[in-house]
């Protein structure tokens, strides 16, 4: 079995040479095994709370979850911190959400049969590995299975739901098939959870390396039809039709979209899944020429991600992300665009959200079936480079809040903003020079 880190080995010996038992357990033992880096090492121990306090001077407690937290660096640099939970056992779980306290257990065996999943149910002392639910023969076959029994596990706790497929987009693993029937079967439970919760684990499978996959599950365990209603429905919304590229449902096309997106974040994907979902609202089919359309799908797109983004409790910034990439996905990447239309574009989406945006439409393209490689996109990707050289930000005119001020003897206040994205505009629109005698002769006549 692996070596551990001096500085974790040496942290274990602290407890050992009191007497006490102290185990590896968790996410770090999974990724010990799975030849992972580990990035958080949490412990069991028989030593309690108050006990492990005692022993090092810098540790903090958490009461909810019976955690002590211990500061230790790792390198000259980086410190992380440990945490340590005493034995626990499951108590009472009356509301499929919290135990109604926590009880402490005797051994390390019924610590164990508390967890969640196999391959997380497995204990490291530094020489043996203690694995009564077989973990680790999940992780060979690549497996997430429920310790004991599955319906029980996920009426306990219904952020088990998520965490399944959270881990398995993370490891690429297959989900066991009792374990997936019993998340089909308590899928509805995920209502009893708070959005801040979900919305941590769905982040984390947008985050993972098969967030495709990941949705793929949460659709069809029917998880989905809880968290992103908007998205079931539509894989019910046909738009093949006459003289029309689709080859897929929305719905199909949506999760394939997701699938060829080269962005890593979490927000341009989640976005990249959502975009088209206002078609659902707007799809038409005309009578006679079987033809399909969805005008103003994005208009309808752009409401429902903002509420989308009020559902997950997205911070402003991530919500502002998500909403304009929604709003803004449906440009026109031709080379007959003017370059005021390409500013035009620039300054709805922002640059900060440029690549974002190039990288949904990537993902848009490829997830319709088209061949991943085509001049015209490539040709729109240079053009908006080079109008991003010439200048187009407020901060880029000739003149600035000041200049405003003195020439019309205002204080500060918001009256010279308007002003100065005034003169910004009819730059853009190439009604006045941006040249400082201009842009001074045209505040006068303000
Ligand atoms: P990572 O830290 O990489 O996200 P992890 O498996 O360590 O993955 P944590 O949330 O840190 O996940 O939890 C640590 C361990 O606590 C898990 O491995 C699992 O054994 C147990 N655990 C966490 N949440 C639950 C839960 N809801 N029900 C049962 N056991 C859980
Ligand atoms: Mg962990």
């Given at each position: 079995m692996k070596i551990l880190p001096k500085s974790v080995s040496d942290f274990m010996d602290a407890f050992k040479n009191?007497?006490?038992?102290?185990?590896?357990?968790?996410?770090?033992?999974?990724?010990?095994?799975?030849?992972?880096?580990?990035?958080?090492?949490?412990?069991?121990?028989?030593?309690?709370?108050?006990?492990?306090?005692?022993?090092?001077?810098?540790?903090?407690?958490?009461?909810?979850?019976?955690?002590?937290?211990?500061?230790?660096?790792?390198?000259?640099?980086?410190s992380l911190l440990f945490e340590v939970t005493p034995f626990r056992k499951e108590g009472e779980y009356k509301d499929s959400r919290h135990p109604e306290k926590i009880t402490w257990a005797k051994t390390l065996e019924e610590d164990l049969g508390r967890r969640d999943f196999t391959i997380n149910s497995i204990a490291y002392d530094g020489q043996n590995l203690v694995d009564p639910f077989s973990g680790q023969k999940d992780i060979l076959n690549r497996l997430i299975t429920a310790v004991g029994d599955a319906n029980k596990r996920f009426s306990e706790d219904a952020l088990r739901l998520m965490r399944a497929i959270?881990?398995?987009?993370?490891?690429?693993?297959?989900?066991?098939?009792?374990?997936?029937?019993?998340?089909?079967?308590?899928?509805?439970?995920?209502?009893?959870?708070?959005?801040?919760?979900?919305?941590?684990?769905?982040?984390?499978?947008?985050?993972?390396?098969?967030?495709?996959?990941?949705?793929?599950?949460?659709?069809?365990?029917?998880?989905?039809?809880?968290?992103?209603?908007?998205?079931?429905?539509?894989?019910?919304?046909?738009?093949?039709?006459?003289?029309?590229?689709?080859?897929y449902d929305v719905g199909t096309h949506l999760v394939m979209s997701l699938k060829n997106c080269p962005s890593r974040d979490p927000i341009t994907r989640f976005a990249t899944l959502i975009h088209d979902i206002g078609k659902a609202q707007t799809f038409r089919r005309d009578e006679k020429t079987q033809l399909i359309t969805f005008y103003n799908h994005e208009v309808v797109g752009k409401k429902l991600a903002e509420k989308i983004a009020e559902r997950f409790r997205l911070s402003n910034?991530?919500?502002?992300?998500?909403?304009?990439?929604?709003?803004?996905?449906?440009?026109?990447?031709?080379?007959?665009?003017?370059?005021?239309?390409?500013?035009?574009?620039?300054?709805?989406?922002?640059?900060?959200?440029?690549?974002?945006?190039?990288?949904?439409?990537?993902?848009?393209?490829?997830?319709?079936?088209?061949?991943?490689?085509?001049?015209?996109?490539?040709?729109?990707?240079?053009?908006?480079?080079?109008?991003?050289?010439?200048?187009?930000?407020?901060?880029?005119?000739?003149?600035?809040?000041?200049?405003?001020?003195?020439?019309?003897?205002?204080?500060?206040?918001?009256?010279?903003?308007?002003?100065?994205?005034?003169?910004?505009?009819d730059v853009i629109e190439n009604k006045i020079k941006n040249e400082k005698n201009d842009l001074l002769q045209s505040i006068n006549r303000l």
């Amino acid at each position: 079995m692996k070596i551990l880190p001096k500085s974790v080995s040496d942290f274990m010996d602290a407890f050992k040479n009191q007497g006490f038992q102290i185990y590896v357990v968790g996410g770090a033992v999974r990724d010990l095994l799975l030849g992972k880096e580990v990035k958080n090492w949490d412990f069991a121990t028989n030593a309690t709370p108050d006990k492990i306090l005692s022993l090092f001077p810098d540790a903090f407690y958490n009461n909810t979850y019976g955690t002590v937290s211990i500061p230790v660096s790792m390198t000259r640099e980086s410190s992380l911190l440990f945490e340590v939970t005493p034995f626990r056992k499951e108590g009472e779980y009356k509301d499929s959400r919290h135990p109604e306290k926590i009880t402490w257990a005797k051994t390390l065996e019924e610590d164990l049969g508390r967890r969640d999943f196999t391959i997380n149910s497995i204990a490291y002392d530094g020489q043996n590995l203690v694995d009564p639910f077989s973990g680790q023969k999940d992780i060979l076959n690549r497996l997430i299975t429920a310790v004991g029994d599955a319906n029980k596990r996920f009426s306990e706790d219904a952020l088990r739901l998520m965490r399944a497929i959270r881990l398995a987009s993370q490891l690429g693993f297959l989900i066991d098939d009792r374990t997936r029937l019993a998340i089909e079967k308590n899928a509805r439970l995920i209502e009893k959870i708070s959005w801040e919760r979900i919305r941590d684990e769905f982040l984390k499978i947008m985050a993972s390396d098969h967030p495709y996959e990941g949705v793929l599950f949460l659709h069809n365990t029917g998880l989905l039809a809880f968290i992103l209603p908007e998205i079931d429905i539509c894989f019910a919304i046909p738009q093949k039709s006459p003289k029309r590229h689709h080859i897929y449902d929305v719905g199909t096309h949506l999760v394939m979209s997701l699938k060829n997106c080269p962005s890593r974040d979490p927000i341009t994907r989640f976005a990249t899944l959502i975009h088209d979902i206002g078609k659902a609202q707007t799809f038409r089919r005309d009578e006679k020429t079987q033809l399909i359309t969805f005008y103003n799908h994005e208009v309808v797109g752009k409401k429902l991600a903002e509420k989308i983004a009020e559902r997950f409790r997205l911070s402003n910034k991530q919500k502002e992300k998500l909403v304009k990439l929604v709003q803004f996905h449906q440009f026109t990447v031709s080379e007959i665009q003017t370059d005021k239309a390409v500013r035009r574009f620039i300054r709805n989406i922002g640059p900060e959200y440029l690549q974002d945006i190039i990288d949904l439409r990537f993902g848009d393209r490829i997830g319709s079936g088209a061949k991943p490689d085509s001049w015209r996109f490539d040709l729109f990707r240079k053009r908006l480079l080079e109008v991003q050289k010439e200048p187009f930000q407020i901060k880029d005119l000739k003149i600035n809040g000041n200049d405003v001020m003195n020439a019309l003897k205002l204080k500060p206040g918001p009256r010279v903003g308007k002003i100065l994205k005034k003169l910004f505009d009819d730059v853009i629109e190439n009604k006045i020079k941006n040249e400082k005698n201009d842009l001074l002769q045209s505040i006068n006549r303000l």
